[in-house]
């Protein structure tokens, strides 16, 4: 199973729609998602605060911002 970090923080509408779509795509691919919220940890803000949502797999940056279900199944895909 591949593990998915995905960087978040609370009442971030582009968060909740990253959310759906990594659910879509693990109903294709099997991942855990690590859902990690940015603000309890000033260094994840700082590194992430004006990207989020991010979604990280095996140290590679995936998709950040707007996340869509197909660049982010497409690039999961290469890890499988």
Known sequence: MMEV???????????EEAKL????VS?????KIHEID???DDQ???EYGLMIPV??????LIQY????????RNRLQEFV
């Open 27 to 31: 109903e294709d691919i099997e991942i």
């Open 38 to 40: 940015i603000e309890t």
């Open 5 to 15: 970090f995905f960087y978040t923080r609370k009442k971030c509408p582009l968060c």
């Open 44 to 46: 994840l803000i700082e």
């Open 65 to 72: 911002g707007q996340v869509d279900y197909v660049t982010l």
């Open 21 to 24: 779509n990594l659910q879509l």
């Open 55 to 60: 979604v990280k797999c095996q140290g590679n």
